[in-house]
């Protein structure tokens, strides 16, 4: 196992639109992204898991070539700046995605 | 076809460049100067109040260079979703400060101003033929979302702005339009494809946000060529990379192969990103893929009543082990206190140190030494929100609890006053998708001459 924050140079969340928040995880090579990719360690029941979200809740979970990249887009809780939101552009909601370990081997170790 | 050099100075009207890079920005000889100036991401007040979400004095300080160079140069200039939110008062208070502008700079332009409001008459009467649909997850729309909405604006695609440019304008400010628009509408007029054409402006509306080191104030340069077009930031510490320009494709967006915007999609999934020199990245393959019947994004906001904050802080101890008790008995006690007047209130808190930015989310809810505490009171009127708050507050502040110690006071309140009036609070009503019989329909182009 590896930890993603060892793996990705951009863990980020933002909104995309009022409803939706979505997630990039840029990863540090493309020999790193492609070996996530084919192992598919990142997907949709996982980002479900650790964002405490029904599964239906992850309206996108893709892998992006061109930018080395996986995105996941959710319902957000709440519409953007309904009585009880916390964060308005949805700019610190990766905390999840720190403490992520992904499943890694050591002949293929990281080249960041 | 010659290539077309497009300069998008900055993120948003308002942000700020420095003015060297839009010198250097200028020396690519541009077509057009093309700026974005809205979003929905400031949240919901903007456009349910009629307010700009950025300073009037930036906003005027950027078009004071901005359109001093369009006119030397003699291009046009587009402003896209004035004012942010692109209401008629945000129109109306962008196009004030165009005036004064010229005034003070004795410049002389033609000028086109294209509103977006979509009057609520046709709205209702869409909804009810069935032509207004939830965009994602929003809900269904309702008569009352659309009679309560203090503003509904649409976002316009490149149609409306190319009939401005065949008027003659010098100037276009556009009320509330697709980011890309702006900066898709001449070359898409000249014949360049669309597809090319709003990729690049989806690239160029956040400026140089798609160079490393990224800036949302800082210049940058499209060039359309044939087949392809280019990126390169016009700051001299900055470089467009393959994975920068091909990362900004994820930013804020749902699906990075598809972006859905005003009558159709860009289709990225035949999109290549070639480094082609140090700073500057080729990029080709991007299609635009026309949808029937043509759709705009309709927007909304409405006013749930009236909002007060206060901010303190604790440190002690104890208080903070016990904050989720002290935090139900001020409700209760709230609840009990004001259970015989009129009008219904919500009292929310934010606890700063623990979960305060994630919530229930939040994957290590354990306080710190110290906590920062938001209160916040939303209530039917400006007068109950005040004493809600105010009570909450008081009580927070003297609340007792077993173990306690310092028994003067619970809270550190940086400010006197202690209660900060948000005035009006609002939520979004629409966020919708309206069908148009044509992508003109409501956005009807009108021209002034500017004079000095």
Same mark, same amino acid.
């Given at each position: 196992m590896k930890p993603l924050v060892e793996l990705a140079q951009v863990i980020r969340t933002k909104n995309a639109g009022p409803?939706? &928040?979505?997630?990039?995880? =840029?990863?540090?090579?493309?020999?790193?992204? +492609?070996?996530?990719?084919?192992?598919?360690? &990142?997907?949709?029941?996982? =980002?479900?898991?650790?964002?405490?979200?029904? +599964?239906p809740d992850i309206l996108k979970a893709i892998y992006f070539d061109p930018a080395c990249a996986f995105k996941a887009t959710m319902k957000r809780p709440l519409p953007c700046g309904d009585p009880g939101e916390r964060d308005i552009y949805g700019a610190q909601q990766h905390a999840p995605l720190l403490d992520l370990l992904l499943p890694w081997e050591d002949e293929h170790e990281s080249d960041s | 076809m010659r290539p077309l050099v497009l300069l998008s100075p900055t993120a948003i009207l308002g942000y700020g460049f420095p003015a060297v890079s839009l010198d250097r920005g200028l020396s690519f000889n541009p077509d057009v100067i093309a700026v974005d100036a809205g979003s929905t991401d400031p949240g919901p007040y903007y456009l349910g109040a009629g307010q700009s979400f950025v300073p009037r004095r930036s906003v005027k300080r950027d078009l004071v260079f901005l359109l001093r160079a369009a006119r030397r140069l003699h291009i046009p200039v587009l402003i896209g979703s004035a004012g942010g939110s692109g209401a008629r008062p945000h129109l109306e208070w962008c196009r004030e400060i165009i005036l004064e502008v010229a005034r003070e700079e004795s410049l002389s332009f033609r000028m086109a101003v294209i509103p977006a409001d979509v009057p609520r008459s046709l709205l209702l009467e869409e909804l009810s033929n069935g032509r207004v649909e939830p965009l994602g997850p929003a809900p269904q729309l309702t008569a009352d979302a659309v009679s309560e909405s203090t503003y509904l604006v649409a976002q316009m695609g490149v149609e409306p702005l190319m009939e401005a440019l065949d008027g003659g304008a010098e100037v276009i400010l556009a009320g509330r339009c697709y980011d890309p628009a702006v900066f898709a509408a001449l070359p898409v007029r000249q014949g360049y494809p669309a597809g090319l054409a709003l990729h690049l402006g989806k690239i160029l509306e956040c400026a140089a946000i798609a160079a490393v080191p990224g800036s949302g104030s800082d210049c940058m340069i499209g060039i359309l060529e044939q087949g392809r077009f280019l990126v390169e930031p016009a700051g001299e510490g900055r470089r467009a990379t393959e994975a920068s320009v091909a990362a900004h494709t994820l930013y804020e967006k749902g699906d990075p192969y598809l972006l859905p915007g005003p009558g159709g999609s860009i289709d990225l999934q035949g999109a290549v990103f070639t480094q082609v020199t140090d700073r500057r990245v080729a990029v080709e393959g991007s299609r635009y893929c026309p949808a029937s019947p043509y759709t705009v994004k309709v927007e909304g906001a409405r006013q749930i009543g009236y909002r007060v904050v206060s901010l303190a802080g604790a440190r002690d101890p104890a208080f903070i082990e016990q904050l989720d008790t002290v935090l139900q008995g001020v409700e209760e006690r709230t609840r009990d206190n004001f259970s015989n007047e009129e009008g219904g209130y919500r009292l929310l808190f934010h606890v700063y140190g623990r979960d305060g930015v994630m919530g229930a989310q939040e994957p290590h809810p354990a306080a710190g030494h110290e906590v920062g505490i938001v209160m916040e009171a939303i209530a039917d009127s400006q007068e109950f929100a005040e004493a809600v708050l105010g009570f909450a507050r008081s009580t927070m502040l003297h609340f007792g609890f077993p173990g306690r110690l310092t028994t003067a006071g619970n809270l550190a309140f940086p400010y006197s006053p202690s209660d900060f009036k948000v005035g009006k609070a609002y939520v979004f009503s629409v966020h919708h998708l309206l069908t148009l019989s044509d992508p003109q329909q409501i956005f009807p182009v009108s021209f002034e001459e500017v004079r000095p």
């Open positions: 409803y939706e &928040l979505t997630l990039d995880i =840029i990863f540090k090579s493309r020999r790193i992204y +492609e070996q996530v990719k084919r192992e598919n360690s &990142l997907n949709a029941p996982l =980002i479900a898991r650790i964002y405490g979200v029904p +599964e | -």
